[in-house]
T-cell receptor
Framework: GAGVSQSPSNKVTEKGKDVELRCDPI?????LYWYRQSLGQGLEFLIY????????KSGLPSDRFSAERTGGSVSTLTIQRTQQEDSAVYLC?????????????FGSGTRLTVV | RKEVEQDPGPFNVPEGATVAFNCTYS??????FFWYRQDCRKEPKLLMS???SGNEDGRFTAQLNRASQYISLLIRDSKLSDSATYLC?????????????FGSGTRLSIRP
């Protein structure tokens, strides 16, 4: 597609359930980032994929969070045993690379609400 | 100290005014720089890349000062539609790893 696609756009889940969030980056983009943003707050880095390199997982807040990127394209962020503090907008961004001038295009996000 | 720091804002200026934001970064290995704009309850969108020589796009001018490790964004003849949060983004590459850091954003409000 023309842009970064995220699904679902909204997800309400019960505390303790697992959720999967999907990101479909722009075709050909090798770099993919996951962020989350709580209401009125800045972006919090979660994980970064670049080509076939090992992902940078340094931003994942706990071992309940995991992500994978299959075939260098679609990525799935999984949150196990969700907690209320996991409620946020989860944003995915992709880029052609990390050279000067290559910006990052964001998807419209998944708004996760844990009740 | 945060890796990327921005003017805290909020900036509240009249339509037509010129407004400038600064952003400082701590890692001298930082390689690429961007300004993003985020409207309320929307995803960030790329406003402009910041090139080493500085660059201009209409009413917007971005500059980079590597020696002092800061970037700036200047908005001339501000419009009501410029009201948003402006995010400074820095990409740092070390060996094979790359990392982009977002500033916490500066809120701008343009009043009629």
């Amino acid at each position: 597609g023309a842009g970064v696609s995220q699904s679902p756009s909204n997800k309400v889940t019960e505390k303790g359930k697992d959720v999967e969030l999907r990101c479909d980056p722009i075709s050909g983009h090798t770099a993919l980032y996951w962020y989350r943003q709580s209401l009125g707050q800045g972006l919090e880095f979660l994980i970064y994929f670049q080509g076939n390199s090992a992902p940078d997982k340094s931003g994942l807040p706990s071992d309940r969070f995991s992500a994978e990127r299959t075939g260098g394209s679609v990525s799935t962020l999984t949150i196990q045993r969700t907690q209320q503090e996991d409620s946020a907008v989860y944003l995915c961004a992709s880029s052609l690379g990390d050279r000067e001038g290559y910006g990052y295009t964001f998807g419209s996000g998944t708004r996760l609400t844990v009740v | 100290r945060k890796e990327v720091e921005q003017d805290p804002g909020p900036f509240n200026v009249p339509e037509g005014a010129t407004v400038a934001f600064n952003c400082t970064y701590s890692n001298s290995a930082s390689q690429s720089f961007f300004w993003y704009r985020q409207d309320c309850r929307k995803e960030p969108k790329l406003l402009m890349s910041v090139y080493s020589s500085g660059n201009e796009d209409g009413r917007f001018t971005a500059q980079l000062n590597r020696a002092s490790q800061y970037i700036s964004l200047l908005i001339r003849d501000s419009k009501l539609s410029d009201s948003a949060t402006y995010l400074c983004v820095v990409n740092t590459r070390q060996s094979s790893a790359s990392k982009i850091i977002f500033g916490s954003g500066t809120r701008l409000s343009i009043r009629p």
